[in-house]
């Protein structure tokens, strides 16, 4: 588990506090700005009545059949932001308008009812077939958007015409262009034309209704992160690493080569890069990967490897090929390493 003793000195008096007696509002914080910006692109494209309304929770959301969006209540403060960044990478501005652009397109559908109609249900699937959140993707599939990090709109129609909506949405995206021969092209151009048809159309729906707000939330921050994260740090921790790291860093066979610097801190060093492109590509989820690379420094650490700088880009790309390898089997598997033989 990824401990406390890296937090700021000044979110430390926050740890123990209630998040819902921090006094936590979207308005007049640093995420509004961002909010602005949504309803500006939504105004950009036609969208002259859909403003869906937003509220801080527990994470990005949308609650189902309710146009209404959630956002992290980390994101309202710059102490929290940097607890949140010390503990699961924070989001960057470009982020925060993904996530924004793909809850917009749940609001959308369901402000609108689109799920309701044939030609929805043609195009992406029965609004109602289960949610697993161990999906098994098609990389690569051309019947899908890529949007969030990962193959995201395959897990379900919902969020297949969530990612579609928000890649339409996302200024300069040429999606006409980027996607041209694909199968996601007829969902693309139907979201434009929905859009031209309603954009000065009042939706059926227009407010919705929340889940859990911000000043509904009594368990503390640091329960928040323990809660968040403790599964995926134990899962991560129990891995046997010692073979293959020993494989990808090799000590000197001659007494005379002296080792450089610390594997550890190499993969301090591009432990973000490495969570990112590994869930972009493998679509596991983030906190997971990233429990597994801080699984890999620390035990790096422990074991007193090192690199070479002749070879650290080799070791670097051993480093993201064995993380890449793990989240694979993860994904297909529900486990990084297989427990029996099969």
């Known amino acids: 588990m990824h401990t406390f003793e890296k937090t700021p000195p000044e979110v430390e008096e926050l740890l123990l506090r209630p998040i819902k007696d921090l006094g936590l509002k979207l308005e007049g914080s640093s995420v509004e700005k961002f909010v602005q910006q949504l309803y500006r692109e939504l105004d950009q494209k036609g969208l002259k009545r859909f403003r869906p309304g937003c509220y801080l929770t527990d994470e990005w959301g949308c609650p189902s059949g309710q146009p209404i969006i959630g956002i992290p209540f980390y994101l309202a403060d710059p102490k929290l932001a940097a607890l949140e960044r010390a503990m699961n990478d924070l989001e960057d501005e470009r982020e925060i308008m993904m996530y924004l652009r793909h809850e917009a397109g749940h609001a959308f559908n369901y402000a609108y009812e689109l799920y309701k109609t044939a030609e929805w249900r043609d195009l992406f699937g029965p609004f109602r077939r289960p949610y697993h959140d161990d999906y098994e993707p ?3 599939s051309r019947k899908f958007v890529r949007h969030i990090a990962g193959w995201y709109a395959q897990k379900h129609p919902d969020e297949d015409f969530a990612e579609t909506f928000a890649v339409w949405l996302t200024p300069r995206s040429g999606w006409r262009t980027k996607y041209r021969g694909w199968g996601a092209l007829r969902k693309l151009r139907y979201v434009d034309r929905v859009a031209r048809r309603v954009g000065d159309v009042d939706p059926p729906r227009v407010r919705g209704a929340t889940d859990v707000t911000v000043d509904e939330m009594e368990t503390t921050i640091a329960e928040f992160y323990r809660e968040a994260r403790q599964s995926d740090a134990d899962l991560a921790a129990s891995l046997p690493l010692d073979v293959d790291l020993k494989e ?3 000590k000197p066979r001659r007494a005379r080569l002296r080792p450089g610097r610390s594997a550890a801190d190499l993969v301090a060093e591009c432990g973000k890069a490495i969570v990112d492109r590994v869930t972009y590509w493998t679509g596991v989820r983030r906190p997971l990967i990233k429990s597994l ?23 670097l790309a051993a480093v993201t090929a064995y993380v890449t390898t793990l989240a694979m089997n993860y994904l297909v598997r529900g486990e990084f390493i297989a427990t029996e033989e099969e």
């Open 138 to 140: 098609v990389p690569f």
């Open 293 to 315: 690379v801080e699984s890999i420094e620390r035990r790096l650490r422990e074991l007193d490897l090192a690199t070479e700088a002749s070879r650290e880009r080799a070791d």
């Open 248 to 250: 990808i860093f090799p």
